[in-house]
């Protein structure tokens, strides 16, 4: 069997900043055909997966481009056109194929088109016809519309939020792909409408109930494969919002209604599906108190994941403020003082502006005395079955607070980004990770307790006052449930 596998995706952000050009790709994930490592990484699993495959069933692979961009702001036009052309090209060059394996995020918007994955998999349908099986992992961060279910036969998304289990999920499509490619199963997909703007916790009952729940489906009564799309709620596009995503075996009636039933188990958790969050100065005085530590304090509205610069000095200026002692913070994203202490060297001290460079949403920068602990290129942080880049770092003293700077935007994962360093996590009462839910699986076991705060930042988790613009009305919590949710059956995706 003949199969194509590429990645190409970013999550946007459609109120940051950041631009996303190409270079945003190249920088973050870059890797031409045939050049992936063994070792899977984040955005990357239907490759390692089909890799796999391809080895112990003797199946021709044909490995495309693979480019992922840490999330920001809308790519721009000129992004988008070559990484879909070159995508585009290189299956062309490989048809005929069996088998489209595509790993997306599903929540991409560039300057010219606000579906990048739907204009994707519809240019990818138009070349390889209605017999190849065409398949794609999605983030549940992502904006499952139409255009994706018209033009793919598989859609697969990771169930757990944080994402540990890309690489799980990339073999089950792998594998699902597979048998229809064999005419074993005829995979028919159907999608429902939760009219919710939400996020999903899955550690969390009782959202570990409901992922559990979907797992408990799959393999019975026809139901390959089931999905909850969360949705991101800072994509400002028309397909935005939580689904339900249920793939059956030729079945699509049996798949369009348990998709409608479960989409009722979703809209029953509203308002109940993530931990309590709390303000700056409530949760620092909660975290201090605690008898021992460390306590973990994630800095939600700071999170790179979902598109702010990972910049902000909030957080950091009221430790300083407050004299707080044995805490650490990261990852601080800041090239240039990143930079300056490569050139001082561990043991320097030096004076340094860190942070607040992007602009107000930031805070404004710290000009603050440091003691340069330890510096490091190239460094990574595991998560997800993979490895996601840090680039060149750098963990300094301010205080009673040590803070790892580093060069490549990204959130905290693991708490390697902190002990590869230097830091000593076990010594500290205090340790605030610039990150919403993706610390979770790493940081849980070490926690004594973890916080979450939303203080002031880029990823504002009152989406009341988001200024949308294309978002579906009336949808919840933007609007009343009995107005939301009032003919909510009926249409698939309505």
Known sequence: MRIFVAAVGTETDSFSPIPTGLQSFREYLW?????????????????????????????ELVEGLSAFAAPAGVTSAAAWRELRGRVLAELEAALPVDVVLLSLHGAMIAENEL???????????ARVGAQTVVGAELDPHCHLGERMLQNADLLVLYKEYPHTDTLERARELVDLALRAARGEIRPVMAAADCRMIALFHTPREPVRGF?????????????????????????DVPEMGAKVLVVADGDRQRAQALAHELARAVRSMRGNTTEPVLGLDEGLDRALAAPRGPVVLADTADNAGGGAPSDSTFVLARLLERRVERACLGP???PVAVRFCHLAGPGARLSLR??????????????VEAEVLSVAEGARQRFGGGWTQLGDVAAIRVGGVEVLLN???????????????????????????????????????????????????????????????????PIWPLDPPELAFADAIGDPLR
């Open 115 to 125: 579906d990048c994955e739907g204009d994707l998999l519809e240019a990818v349908r």
């Open 31 to 59: 890797f031409e055909p045939g050049t992936h490592p063994a070792e899977a990484r984040f955005f990357t699993g239907p490759l390692v997966a089909a890799r796999e495959r391809a080895r112990g069933e003797g199946h």
């Open 211 to 235: 992922v559990d729940r979907m797992r408990a489906l799959e393999g019975r009564d026809g139901i390959l494969s089931v999905s909850l799309a969360h949705g991101f709620p800072w994509g």
């Open 332 to 334: 601080l994203w800041d």
């Open 354 to 367: 860190i942070g607040g460079k992007v602009g107000p949403i930031s805070g404004p920068p710290l000009d």
């Open 407 to 473: 060069a490549t935007r990204t959130q905290a994962f693991d708490p390697a980004l902190f002990t590869d360093h230097g830091i000593d996590l076990a010594d500290k009462k205090l340790v605030v990770v610039k990150s919403m839910q993706h610390f979770h699986a790493g940081f849980a076991p070490i926690a004594r307790e973890i916080l979450w705060v939303n203080g002031p930042g880029a990823l504002s988790q009152d989406f009341a006052r988001l200024p949308y613009r294309r978002v579906p009305r």
